[in-house]
C-alpha cells in the first residue's frame, strides 16, 4: 500500500471522528465554504463548468443545471481540470488494466486512481482522482466500519471479505486493492464464482467484516443456515444494490445481527451509512445530495424524489457538481440516539431503471419493484430477477422454497401485475441455478425492456 496514501488516509478518518460531534449549524457552514472552494476550482480549471454555469457563478447551487453522466462523458476533455488527463489516455489505461491482470490499486503515472462504471444504466462512465481525492474515497469508505462501531488497528486487524466484482476497473476492486495491508488483510470474491469455492475460502479466512452485493450476501446467508458456512463477522455490510426487508431480516437470522445497508456509488463513493442504531446518516460533509422531482425542483424531506442530484465537495480532478443519478431516496429528520446531527436518509428505493413501464389500464401502469418483493422475496431461496422483454415478463428463481410451485408463483406475479394496473402481460417463471449478473458481477432485481441490447 502506498505510504503516503495511508497516512493521508488516517488523517481524514481522524478528522471526519471530531465531525461526528458537530452540530446541524456547523456542518452546514462547512458545506457552504467546500462548496465555494468546489466552484472556484471548477470555474478555474474546466472549461466544460465554465460554459454550463455561465452567467451563474455566483448564483446558489439550487439554480444551477444538473449534469448527466452522457454531459460529463461527451465533454470529458474540457471538464477535466487538469491539462495532464485526457479521456483516451483513460480508456487505454482502463483497457490495459482489464487485459493484463494488473494491480488495480497501483495510482496511474503515480498519480491517478480510475474506475469505469458498467453502463448498466445508460452510458458507460469513466471517473478519476488525484492523491488527496482518492484518500477522501478510501476514508468515505472507512466511515461506514467507523459507525457501524468496527475498530481496526496493530493489534487487532480489520480482516476484510469482499464478495463483488473483480473486473479490475471498477471501484470495489480498485479500493479493495488500495487498502490491503498487514491492518486490513483483503479477501476479495468474485461474486460469479461457484459458491462452494467461496465459501470454502471464507471459512478459511473468517473475516470480521462481510462486505458484498445483496444478491451475493442473499444465498451466502443460506448456506450459512444449512451449516456449510461456518463464519461470524462483527458486521455485515451490503452495498450498490437495494437490500429489501426480507432479505435484511434472512442476513439477521444468519448472522444473529442486523446487516449495515451502506449507501454509495461510483461517482461519490460513500454517501451515507448507518450507525450502530441502524439510522442510515448521510455524509453531509462530503457529499450534497438533493432529491428532486421529475421538474427538477427539490421534494421536502420525507418525499421521495424523482432522481438525485449530488455535489461531492471533494471533487476537483473531475468535479462533479449537481450530478444526476437515477436512485429514488427520501430523506428524513436529524437528530439520533447515537448523538450525530447528520441527516437521516430514510428509504433508498433503487433507480428509476427498477420501475417497469407496462400496458395499463389508463395507458402506462408504472410498476414499482415493491410489487415483485411482496411476492417473490419469499419464494426463492437464493434471490429472483425479473427481466422485461417484447414479449413479457420473464422471472427468474435462484432455488424454490419448499411449499412454492412455480405455477403458483407465475399467478401470483399475475394478480400483483393486475393490482398495480397492468394488464395483459405474460409472465414467464423459471428456477435457475444462478441468476444473471452484468459485467461487473451485480445482479439486479428488476431490469427493464430498455437495458437490453
Sequence with gaps: MDLRLVSHVLYLRAALRKRDRWDAARIAAHQDHALKELRRAAYAGSEFYRRQHAGLHDAPLDQLPPVTKADLMEHFDEAITTPDLTMAELEEHLRSL??????????????????????????????????SEWASVLASYARANDWAGISAGLTRPLKVALVSSRVPTHQSAVVGASVRSRIIPTLRLDVT????????????????????????????????????????PQGVMSASEVLSPHAA??????????????????????????????????????????????AGRPVPAGTTGARLLATVLFSRTL???????????????????????FTILEEIEGRIEDVLQLPGRTGVAHVHPNVFHRVLDQAAVAGWQVVQEPSGLRVLLAGLTPGQSVEGIRAAVADALLTAGALHTPVDVKVVAQLERTALGKAPMVRALRDHP
Excluded at 104 to 117: V, Y
Excluded at 201 to 226: C, D, H, M, T, W
Excluded at 276 to 281: D, F, K, V
Design 249 to 294: 431480516s434472512e442476513l439477521e437470522a444468519a448472522w444473529g445481527r442486523a446487516p449495515f445497508d451502506v449507501y454509495a456509488a461510483t461517482e461519490t463513493a460513500g454517501i451515507a451509512s448507518p450507525c450502530t442504531y441502524r439510522n442510515r446518516h448521510v455524509y453531509e460533509d462530503l457529499v450534497i445530495i438533493e432529491p428532486v422531482d421529475q
Design 319 to 341: 468535479p462533479l457538481i449537481r450530478y444526476e443519478m437515477s436512485d429514488t431516496v427520501r430523506l428524513g429528520r436529524r437528530g439520533c440516539p447515537c448523538g450525530r446531527s
Design 193 to 232: 464464482a461457484p459458491m462452494d469455492a467461496n465459501v470454502a475460502a471464507l471459512n478459511r479466512f473468517q473475516p470480521r467484516i462481510l462486505v458484498g452485493y445483496a444478491s451475493a450476501l442473499k444465498p451466502l446467508a443460506a448456506e450459512q443456515q444449512a451449516g456449510r458456512l461456518h463464519i461470524a
Design 98 to 131: 482489464a487485459g493484463s491482470g494488473g494491480d488495480p490499486g497501483r495510482p496511474w503515472r503515480g498519480r491517478w486512481w480510475a474506475a469505469a462504471t458498467a453502463g448498466t444504466t445508460g452510458r458507460r462512465g469513466i471517473f478519476v482522482w488525484n492523491r
